[in-house]
């Protein structure tokens, strides 16, 4: 059973994208930069959509374009989150399994991330995720003991910090993009922010 490795990065967009759109479902995409061996560190991510999420056309655009950039920047998609409108509803819903299906045909080892909205609170002393590995062409929950977030209470203090500032509205998902196609749905802003405030805090993403 593989580890899986979330960086503080990864989380803290994760985390502002479902708290900016709180009685939305929102998606996005896992990426790492390591290589394909060992544990399954994902690194960035990239927040997708916060409205319609079932919508083909728009999923496939983001998708392709998704591809085109990690292939630019030495980055894979190794995964797929989502947080469902409903705050008492983490179950991963038909969009989230077939996204997660499809993306799992590309990497063997790739994982299903639901964001548990009952502890999407910045004070809540656990990471509020739930994760799912495909196994035996089924997802199942993945063992907790094998899910990684390095330094927690320092990421959980940079996101709660990022929430009540301005800089929360830095973040940009393809959904926003898509509105107004000057956002930047890589995030080099908030990701430069983040770098900036994690760095002092434990040293590394």
């Known amino acids: ?45 990239v927040p997708l959509l916060h409205s319609h999420l079932s919508l083909a056309l728009t999923t496939q655009l983001a998708l392709t374009q998704v591809d085109v950039w990690c292939a630019q920047t030495q980055q894979r998609i190794v995964g797929y989150y989502q947080a469902n409108a409903s705050l008492s509803d983490s179950s991963p819903s038909p969009c989230a399994l077939k996204i997660a299906d499809k993306i799992a045909e590309q990497y063997s080892n790739a994982v299903l991330l639901m964001i548990d909205g009952r502890k999407m609170s910045p004070d809540y002393r656990v990471p509020p995720i739930v994760m799912y590995e495909h196994k035996d062409s089924r997802w199942t929950l993945k063992d907790k003991h094998t899910i990684m977030l390095h330094q927690w209470e320092e990421t959980r203090l940079i996101a709660s910090q990022l929430l009540n500032s301005l800089d929360r509205t830095l973040l940009v998902d393809f959904d926003s993009h898509l509105d107004d196609i000057r956002k930047d749905w890589t995030n080099q802003k908030l990701n430069a922010k983040i770098m900036e405030l994690a760095s002092p805090a434990n040293g590394s993403m």
Do not use: Q
């Open 1 to 45: 059973m593989s580890e899986v490795e979330l960086s503080c990065l990864a989380y803290v967009k994760m985390f502002l994208h479902a708290s900016l759109f709180p009685h939305c479902s929102v998606n996005g995409l896992l990426l790492s930069s390591s290589s394909s061996e060992g544990p399954v560190c994902v690194t960035d991510c």
